[in-house]
């Protein structure tokens, strides 16, 4: 489309008294790329009645730029963010005289777009895997700790706030998600805990060391450990995203009063909100699809729980008082199997 005959004598006009086409982008609403583009394709020379490239009376002499636009085009393919002030000291040292506002406009239309990595989704085969991970959250009482374990399949939630993320709290807390769960998946995916991974160097083309107490732990239950690559967050991304979702749909303006409240407030959200909502990737309610694909695939729950030689016996949380305020209804947990059967 021919540039509008006002915007073209305005911009010509701006150009000769030297302003910057920035400062002219800016005062005609017109990108500056746009600009770039018009002065590189003769836009500014069109003829308002005819939309042709008018004919100047004298042969314009080529631009001096002319000659070297193969050496930035071979530049630019190799190193797309080279800037025009670089190619401009490269291009006079191969022997162009002319400025740099000709050459920036060419570098502008010219420079190759970078092509988007292509995001891949790892799906996971029912009871194969599941993701674990930590979240921190501060509340009046104090810092707590929500551990949230992801089904990778069917993509059902669990997760409880505890005052500790050490090893004796992710024993406890994993125990108590594979007996809702009513089995145990094949693998489960952590990030860089301390309490599962002592050393990672497969990035240096080492090995991973895995602490040798979780080991035992997951021998004794039958799963096996994955550990995500250090700063590859897409690896994580199905405990990633809930743990967004639960800041997002969970905690944020909502009162909380104890560890009590909390938890049996996070149990009413699970059951009646997270685990029943319609999940934006599998387009299914995370529960349904648990209950028709994946509860049968986990391996059996081990007869007893864990019992370390290591750490020191399990003790009782401190109790932490309440905060002025009505008593919240207190349920009794149930598996995911009888809330399942309860909707039957």
Known sequence: MPVKWEIRVLITHFLDRGLPKASIARQLGVNRRTINRWI????????????????????????????????????????????????????????????????????????????????????????????????????????????LVVLGYSRLLWLRFYPKQDMQTLFAGLEEAFACFG????????????????????????KLLENREFLRFAAHWQFRVRACRPYRAKTKGKVERPIRYLRESFIYARDFVSDEDLNAQAHIWLSGTANVRKHRTTKEKPLERFTRDEQTTLLALAGRPYQSLI???????????????????????KTYAAIAAGAR
Do not use: C, N
Request: aromatic fraction near 8%; charge should be positive; charged fraction near 30%.
């Open 40 to 147: 590189a394709e003769g836009q500014l020379e069109r003829d308002v009645e005819t939309g042709q490239v008018r004919q100047p009376v004298r042969q314009k002499k080529p631009s001096k730029l002319e000659p070297f636009k193969p050496i930035i085009s071979a530049r630019l393919e190799l190193y797309p963010e080279l800037t025009a002030v670089r190619l401009f000291d490269e291009l006079k040292a191969a022997g162009y005289t002319g400025g740099i506002s000709q050459l920036r406009a060419y570098v502008a239309i010219s420079r190759p777009s970078p092509v988007p990595e292509p995001l891949v989704r790892f799906e996971t085969e029912p009871g194969h895997q599941a993701q674990v991970d930590f979240a921190e959250f501060t509340f009046p009482w104090g810092k707590r700790y929500a551990l």
């Open 311 to 333: 750490l020191p016996p399990k003790t009782e949380s401190p109790k932490v008082l309440p905060l002025p305020r009505i008593q919240v209804e207190r349920r009794p947990l």
């Open 183 to 206: 089995g145990v998946p094949r693998e489960i995916l952590f990030d860089q805990m301390a309490s599962v991974i002592t050393r990672d160097l497969r990035d240096q083309g080492g």
